[in-house]
């Protein structure tokens, strides 16, 4: 198993994923942090994930904002949130749940057959945004998290509208 690495909020980058970060959590003994533990533990584990993506979907059925992305989505959101649940658990630092019911995340691959441009990237940004303000009251873990989904998001576009804006 790969070792796990502290966090240095100032020179993390966006593309790394957080399933390998820990969280300094306990005091300070001769300069180093007593313990550590997964930033999925530190904002709470499953309920806060569980809470997240659910407020996540009902936001995308609510926001106007969100119109775009909405509608490249079912009718039931029901199988999206188990999914985004999944996912979220493992990159967080959980158990890699999605991994062991669908193989690697490959998630653009796996969108591809959703036209994903400007709007439908700022209507899922939008949504992620406020679920993730309304659930997650860490402002460490929002500064290292933000920039990484903000990133994934904009990858995800496959329309030429979809991105290339920053």
């Known amino acids: ?9 100032k020179s993390e980058r966006a593309h790394i ?3 390998g970060i820990v969280w300094p959590t306990g005091l ?19 309920p806060v994930v569980r809470a997240l993506t659910r ?16 509608a490249v989505h079912p009718a ?10 999944d996912y979220l658990t ?16 490959m998630l653009r691959a796996r969108h591809l ?9 700022e209507g899922w940004l939008a949504c ?12 460490a873990a929002t500064a290292v998290v933000m920039p990484r989904v903000q990133a994934l998001a904009r990858h995800m576009g496959n329309r030429p509208d979809g991105a290339v804006r920053p």
């Open 90 to 105: 493992g990159w967080l630092g959980g158990p890699p749940i999605y991994v062991q019911k669908n193989g690697p995340p």
């Open 113 to 121: 057959h959703a036209p994903i441009g400007h709007d439908e990237i």
């Open 55 to 70: 407020r996540f979907y009902e936001l995308m059925d609510s926001l106007p904002e969100a119109a775009a992305c909405r």
């Open 17 to 19: 994923p957080l399933s």
């Open 128 to 139: 992620f945004r406020q679920a993730w303000a309304e659930t997650v009251p860490n402002e």
């Open 28 to 46: 300070r003994y001769g300069g180093r942090m007593a313990t550590t533990k997964p930033l999925y533990d530190l904002i709470g584990g499953e």
């Open 1 to 9: 198993m790969a070792r796990a690495r502290r966090v240095d909020l």
């Open 76 to 85: 039931s959101l029901d199988g999206s949130e188990a999914k985004l649940f």
